[in-house]
Nanobody, 123 residues
């Protein structure tokens, strides 16, 4: 069983910053990539940013947060971090941790999701 546990989030003032972290726990798995998606009320879930866990650390960033977000990872701790600056009210959403994980005993990869953490940008 693989679990993704998120931390961070909460209420942030416009123009402020946030830092989210997510740690994967479990056994007998390897991570292909980790990252973040978000979903605002009445909208579809959208990409924030993902990063591969290979040495290249390839990053894929959503258009709505380009230039305002930084994603990083600690492979040894199975943890991914997201920092966002210049937050706007439209960044208000539930932010979900995502991981593409290979389960050794199953011999296959699948997508895993955290429970989500609320980020509210408001004065």
């Amino acid at each position: 069983q693989v679990q993704l546990v998120e931390s961070g989030g909460g209420l942030v003032q416009p123009g402020g910053s946030l830092r989210l972290s997510c740690t994967a726990s479990g056994s007998f798995f390897t991570m292909n990539s980790m990252g973040w998606y978000r979903q605002a009320p009445g909208k579809q879930r959208e990409l924030v940013a993902t990063i591969t866990t290979d040495p290249e650390g390839r990053v894929n960033t959503g258009d709505s947060v380009k230039g305002r977000s930084t994603i990083s990872r600690d492979n040894g701790e199975n943890t991914v971090y997201l920092k966002m600056n210049g937050l706007k009210p439209e960044d208000t959403a539930v932010y979900y941790c995502y991981a593409d994980i290979h389960i050794t005993e199953l011999g296959s990869s699948d997508d895993y999701w955290g429970q989500g953490t609320q980020v509210t940008v408001s004065s």
